[in-house]
């Protein structure tokens, strides 16, 4: 079957554009993250969802990011008012169960904020 | 705060060297541990985990891992490398106390020459 995928590959926005990540989870899978991974470093967390209760939201770094999977499948990370601090490589994975376990990753959207 | 350490950034090996890739974490109390792999070109994939039992724990491709407590550690090894195994390497660490945050590392690319 069909792994993660994620939408754009790449994006570039000009500082203060707003940009929406699109990430299509393994389907039936319940739990849903999104990371964040600066060049040269380990992703960080920024969201999980558990079907579509977004349970924790304490690594989203400011509020212009906001993240939603209204039917508990597909999910988007909106960014607004983009800074060049927002580029970085965002990954989404999901999983089968509830909390931790195997996550299976997307291949990542390439944010270049300029 | 939580950290997880990999004390290696770059290493070069030649095939049928020995490795071991170091990663130590900084929380006190019960973790789940994995470490991810990311081939080039490829998504983060697992490659093993430790939950509980048996400290030494056997992934994919030859690779293991040892959870020592006393030491925070959770070190990768395999005997003897191939070509196909260069890839970067990421250490993640799930504290106790969440149910689905990952602390990453911040990588180690291993390049093996043929």
């Known amino acids: 079957g069909a792994g993660v995928s994620q939408s754009p590959r790449y994006k570039v926005a000009k500082r203060g554009q707003d940009v929406a990540l699109r990430c299509d989870p393994i389907s039936g899978h319940v739990s849903l993250f999104w990371y964040q991974q600066a060049l040269g470093q380990g992703p960080e967390f920024l969201t999980y969802f558990q079907n579509e209760a977004q349970l924790d939201k304490s690594g989203l770094p400011s509020d212009r990011f906001f993240a939603e999977r209204p039917e508990g499948s597909v999910s988007t990370l909106k960014i607004q008012r983009t800074q060049q601090e927002d580029s970085a490589v965002y990954l989404c994975a999901s999983s089968p169960r509830q909390g931790v376990d195997e996550q299976f990753f997307g291949p990542g959207t390439r944010l270049t904020v300029l | 705060a939580q950290s997880v350490s990999q004390h290696n950034h770059h290493v070069i090996l030649s095939e049928a060297a020995s490795l071991e890739l170091g990663c130590n974490y900084s929380?006190?109390?019960?973790?789940?541990l994995f470490w991810y792999v990311q081939y080039p070109g490829q998504h983060l994939q697992l490659l093993l985990k430790?939950?509980?039992?048996d400290p030494l724990v056997k992934g994919i491709k030859g690779f293991e891992a040892e959870f020592i407590k006393s030491k925070f550690s959770f070190n990768l090894r395999k005997p003897s490398v191939q070509w196909s195994d260069t890839a970067e390497y990421f250490c993640?660490?799930?504290?106790?106390?969440?149910?689905?945050?990952?602390?990453w590392g911040a990588g180690t690319k291993l390049i093996i020459k043929p």
């Open positions: 993640a660490v799930n504290p106790g106390d969440s149910n689905y945050q990952l602390i």
């Open positions: 430790y939950f509980s039992g």
């Open positions: 929380y006190g109390g019960t973790v789940n």
